[in-house]
Structure formats: structure tokens, C-alpha cells
Nanobody, 124 residues
């Protein structure tokens, strides 16, 4: 099976930056949607950003647009989420996930592979 692995979380003050990484080695999809999601206890999971590997198309939630950047290290199945100008409401467990279909085709509950998450804490 494929197990994405996230890293790069931590604690920062508002206005700071973090860069998350997600390694999805061994994936058999030739092209797929890679997404970053976040969730706090008791709240619904939110889609933060996605990138479609076939053409590099990206999408961002309005809450992070202009502050976060999703990217891919081509050939290594490694993805990043550069987070700048962090706010306290960015605090969450961040997950990476991969899905066989084009981004926008399925919601998070249908994604094929999920990492275990990396915690991001932003203090005010």
C-alpha cells in the first residue's frame, strides 16, 4: 500500500512561516491529485490546497490564497506546502493525501491515500 508521510510541522508565532513536506513514494498512479488538508478536533476537514500532477494545476482555499503555496518536486513524488504569514486560525493537523482522479473530481472522504498528519500551531 501507499502511505504518504508528512513532516515540517511545528509551533510558530503569528506572521511566521513553515514548510511542510509530503513524500508519497511507491505510488503507482501515473498522474494524480495531491492535496493538503487540515483539521482541528471536532471540526470538519478542510481542503487547503491541491495540485494535479499531470499539468500542475493548483487550487487554494480562499483562507490561504496568497499566503500558502503548494508545489511538487518532479520525479520524486514529494510535495510541499510553503506557509507564510501564518495566523492563529491556521492551527490544525495538516494532512497530505493522494487521489487517482483529477483534483476536483472527488472530495476528501474519497481520496485514496492519507498520511498521518503533522501538527501546526500558530500562537498570537
Amino acid at each position: 500500500l501507499v502511505q504518504p508521510v508528512e513532516s515540517g510541522g511545528g509551533s510558530v508565532q503569528a506572521g511566521g512561516s513553515l514548510k511542510l513536506s509530503c513524500v508519497v513514494s511507491e505510488i503507482t498512479f501515473t498522474r494524480y491529485c495531491m492535496g493538503w488538508f487540515r483539521q482541528v478536533p471536532g471540526k470538519k476537514r478542510e481542503e487547503v490546497a491541491t495540485i494535479y500532477t499531470a499539468d500542475g494545476t493548483t487550487k487554494y482555499d480562499i483562507s490561504v490564497k496568497g499566503r500558502f503555496t503548494i508545489s511538487q518536486d518532479n520525479g520524486k513524488n514529494t510535495f510541499y506546502l510553503q506557509m507564510d504569514s501564518l495566523k492563529p486560525d491556521d492551527t490544525a493537523m495538516y494532512f497530505c493525501a493522494a487521489d487517482r482522479y483529477r483534483c476536483g473530481t472527488r472530495n476528501w472522504g474519497e481520496f485514496d491515500y492519507w498520511g498521518q498528519g503533522t501538527q501546526v500551531n500558530v500562537s498570537s
